[in-house]
């Protein structure tokens, strides 16, 4: 190539380079399918078994769940029907609340009061600019299709409209960060009621009135001096429902000061390891279960759920339409984000989460996918523990993209049907576990993201501590699957091939 010809050497030197870096990848990829035997076929299979079950179980369910659709089953025979899905539902949802504090407990006691509050506040920004940028795309997206255009000739009121004033709302939300009673907060949330109630309010009078009126008519006189006011006022109540965040609040507090106590602390943090490591090892059993769980979860809601014709035009545009939201903030937003910050591939990062997205599409519960997300993470993806401890479970809590969009877009369409209330509790079910998958793609994005960005807190955290955590991590056999133990002794070489 010549200057003579127009073209750039530099140029044609660059795009030789990118050719021969294509072929020798080819010839890489050429030789490893080459090499690729049988026994690497079924070591493959192995290791990813449990994620093609839930895949084929998903298929089945939707297959399943369309098909049974024609037979018009009554609510008590759905209810029959999805009855292994909800045994698998209880299973993981027993486990969220000791994995939740042990993992937080164990995960800021293995790090310092500089390193935790480093982390903390990345998390925290993090799960800030994500829920701003769902709020804006919800935004964004019902502007531009405007899904409440239109009458509302065949919309219906359902439910009971409960008026919540927005400093009662943040006061609970204070007043369950410090929950009086832990075991009440297993189970119970504070929650702000209303009643109506009479108060007596005096009218100021003039002296020379009151007097006439007294001697004219004592009962008259009393009428107006005094009058009933009935007025709506705030009274404590509760709610049914793991108060999370004022266990997170606790863990945290706890895991604190057990860090802070050393050698005084080691027992208290060898027993919550102990905790931790065994719930771990019970999902490892409890994922067993769960593609055949998935299926009937899945099948059943499909079997429920309304035809979109009874919906409603308006209706079925504003299901579409937090699909679209939700589909591009998880497939472009949150990868894009990952690759900028971590400068890392975020398809092979994800490729490691399907078990978890796939329990998240599933169960539609972000608590009850807690433990498979901490599986996917720490054993596929090699998330360090003291990340994931501290960074899934608090945003398991107040991290919720997926909600985000929906309640912002929910509160616009709203106002497009001229602020006609309206009960989205049965539109379509799918929609619901687009947003729950939304929020555990969330939250664990955020702890690759989160544990990228304190890399050299933990590094000097092992330097401090002798390389105790590491030691530890290996010589500990990890919670893994039953059939798996034996699969991990294998030599490096045929792991490596697939």
Not at 95 to 116: E, F, M, Q
């Amino acid at each position: 190539m010549t200057k003579g010809n127009g073209e750039d050497p530099k140029t044609g030197s660059r795009m030789e380079r990118i050719q021969q870096g294509v072929r020798k990848r080819t010839l890489l990829a050429k030789k490893k399918v080459q090499s690729i035997t049988k026994d690497d076929v079924k070591s493959y299979l192995l290791r990813n078994a449990f994620v093609l079950f839930t895949v084929v179980a998903v298929i089945l369910g939707v297959i399943l769940g369309f098909s049974l659709r024609s037979y018009k089953m009554s609510y008590r025979e759905v209810k029959y029907f999805s009855f292994p899905g909800e045994l698998l539902m209880r299973m993981l949802q027993m486990l969220v609340l000791p994995l939740i504090v042990s993992s937080l407990v164990t995960g800021i006691a293995a790090l310092d009061s500089k390193a935790s509050g480093k982390m903390g506040v990345r998390a925290v920004v993090y799960y800030m600019s994500t829920t701003i940028i769902a709020v804006l795309i919800g935004i964004i997206i019902v502007v531009i299709i405007h899904p409440g255009k239109g009458t509302k000739e065949n919309m219906h009121r359902e439910g009971k409209i409960v008026q919540v004033t927005a400093a009662d709302a943040f006061l609970d939300l204070i007043r369950n960060m410090f929950p009086p009673n832990l075991v009440e907060a297993c189970f119970k949330q504070f929650k702000t009621n209303y009643e109506k109630r009479m108060f007596k309010v005096d009218i100021p009078s003039n002296d020379t009135s009151t007097v006439a009126s007294i001697i004219s008519n004592v009962s008259e006189a009393m009428e107006t001096l005094t009058r009933m006011k009935e007025e709506i006022v705030p009274v404590p109540g509760s709610v049914n429902g793991v108060n999370a965040l004022g266990l997170v609040v606790f863990s945290i507090s706890f895991g604190l000061v057990i860090g802070s106590m050393k050698e005084q602390g080691q027992a208290l943090k060898d027993f919550f390891d102990s905790l931790n490591e065994a719930i771990m090892r019970l999902v490892a059993l409890i994922m067993w279960y769960a593609p055949l769980g998935i299926l009937f979860l899945i099948a059943g809601k499909i079997v429920e759920m309304e035809d979109m014709g009874v919906i409603g035009g308006q209706l079925a545009m504003y299901t579409v339409t937090v699909i679209i939201g939700l589909l591009i903030h998880a497939v472009i937003v949150l990868p894009l984000l990952y690759f900028l910050i971590t400068r890392k591939n975020p398809w092979v990062f994800i490729g490691g989460l399907i078990q978890a997205l796939v329990t998240a599409l599933g169960t539609s519960s972000s608590s009850a996918t807690l433990p498979v997300t901490f599986k996917c993470l720490e054993e596929i993806n090699g998330v360090d523990k003291r990340v994931t401890r501290f960074v899934l479970p608090v945003g398991a809590t107040i991290n919720m993209d997926g909600t985000a969009l929906y309640e912002a877009l929910a509160a616009i369409f709203i106002a497009q049907v001229n602020n006609f209330d309206l009960n989205f509790g049965q539109i379509i079910t799918i929609r619901d576990r687009l947003r729950t998958t939304t929020n555990v793609l969330g939250d664990s994005i955020g702890a690759g993201i989160v544990e990228h960005l304190s890399r050299h807190e933990l590094k000097n955290r092992d330097a401090e501590m002798g390389n105790s955590v590491i030691e530890e991590n290996e010589m500990k056999k990890p919670y893994q699957l039953i059939s798996q133990e034996n699969e991990s002794e294998k030599p490096l070489d045929s792991e490596t091939k697939m």
